[in-house]
T-cell receptor, first 112, second 118 residues
Framework: GNSVTQMEGPVTLSEEAFLTINCTYT??????LFWYVQYPGEGLQLLLK?????DKGSNKGFEATYRKETTSFHLEKGSVQVSDSAVYFC???????????FGTGTRLKVLA | NAGVMQNPRHLVRRRGQEARLRCSPM?????VYWYRQLPEEGLKFMVY????????ESGMPKERFSAEFPKEGPSILRIQQVVRGDSAAYFC????????????????FGPGTRLTVT
């Protein structure tokens, strides 16, 4: 079946540190891949997406590359800020379907 | 263009009461999805609706849960006789329909309703 696996948190970093949050997936067909961010007390916001192999999604300094050979979509940011503290969800949508499959989320805490 | 709206944002119910959660999709969106997020877990698909039709309710518990999306007004997720295990965040998402093709893969999420059952 389709599934998403994320690294467990919490991840605690100092401001300006490099961030990587790992995400791997299992899917039939050719999924679209997404990263969503959930700030405390708020809903999910789409952070970035990629719809085919080798696409790179980017937004607000975050990047993720759709790697079909390793079935991965790792989230990276070169220099995190305190305001990036949130829960990050990796998700997939299989072509022709509407059900999003979410990972369990990774909580990021950035210290000043 | 206003985003997906959900209300209430927080809802407290005693065991055995009914909970009604409302979702107004983005303007021009005709597809609505409900997801549930249990504490420390990811979101799980519950139901997919179009106007006046339930397309897929495979993620809905068999009893006490129902959903509707009437011709006029918001989508409603209704939970009857709530139990403590229903405490969760319930998110609604909406998407437009691509002209002449499948629905957009991109779903836009509302802020969620946090249900607490005491």
């Amino acid at each position: 079946g389709n599934s998403v696996t994320q690294m467990e948190g919490p991840v605690t970093l100092s401001e300006e540190a490099f961030l990587t949050i790992n995400c791997t997936y299992t899917a039939t067909g050719y999924p679209s891949l997404f990263w969503y961010v959930q700030y405390p007390g708020e809903g999910l916001q789409l952070l970035l997406k990629a719809t085919k192999a080798d696409d790179k999604g980017s937004n607000k300094g975050f990047e993720a590359t759709y790697r079909k050979e390793t079935t991965s979509f790792h989230l990276e940011k070169g220099s995190v800020q305190v305001s990036d503290s949130a829960v990050y969800f990796c998700a997939l949508s299989v072509s022709g379907t509407y059900k999003y499959i979410f990972g369990t989320g990774t909580r990021l805490k950035v210290l000043a | 263009n206003a985003g997906v709206m959900q209300n209430p944002r927080h809802l407290v119910r005693r065991r055995g009461q009914e909970a009604r959660l409302r979702c107004s999709p983005m303007k021009g969106h005709s597809h609505v999805y409900w997801y549930r997020q249990l504490p420390e877990e990811g979101l799980k698909f519950m139901v997919y609706l179009q106007k006046e039709n339930i397309i897929d309710e495979s993620g809905m518990p068999k009893e006490r849960f129902s959903a509707e999306f009437p011709k006029e007004g918001p989508s409603i997720l209704r939970i009857q006789q709530v139990v403590r295990g229903d405490s969760a965040a319930y998110f609604c998402a909406s998407s437009p329909e691509r002209a002449g093709g499948p629905i957009s893969y991109e779903q836009y999420f509302g802020p969620g309703t946090r249900l607490t059952v005491t």
